[in-house]
Nanobody, 113 residues
Framework: QVQLVESGGGLVQAGGSLRLSCAAS????????MGWYRQAPGKQRELVAA???????NYVDSVKGRFTISRDNVKNTVYLQMNSLKPEDTAVYYC???????WGQGTQVTVSS
């Protein structure tokens, strides 16, 4: 059973920054691509950022230039650096092995105006 554990969420004012971490119980080098999703109340879960084993990244338009996804294959951890946060970024953030069945428990990010 693969476990993904997110951390780093919290309450921040608009314009602030947070860094989310997703620690995996297996070598993430064995996972082709990892992603960060978010789900706001009353909205569908959306893919925010993704990174392949080779380090190719992709972002939803609303976070381009503000969020950066990265992976540390030694620490088996995927990160999401979030800068210039906006109230509309408020959501529960989840990490996921893209194409696989595993999800973390989620971490709440709340951005106050």
């Amino acid at each position: 059973q693969v476990q993904l554990v997110e951390s780093g969420g919290g309450l921040v004012q608009a314009g602030g920054s947070l860094r989310l971490s997703c620690a995996a119980s297996i070598s993430i080098f064995s996972i082709n691509a990892m992603g960060w999703y978010r789900q706001a109340p009353g909205k569908q879960r959306e893919l925010v950022a993704a990174i392949t084993r080779g380090g190719i990244t992709n972002y939803v338009d609303s976070v381009k230039g503000r969020f950066t996804i990265s992976r540390d294959n030694v620490k088996n951890t995927v990160y999401l650096q979030m800068n210039s946060l906006k109230p509309e970024d408020t959501a529960v953030y989840y990490c996921h092995d893209l194409g696989g069945p595993y999800w973390g428990q989620g971490t709440q990010v709340t951005v106050s105006s």
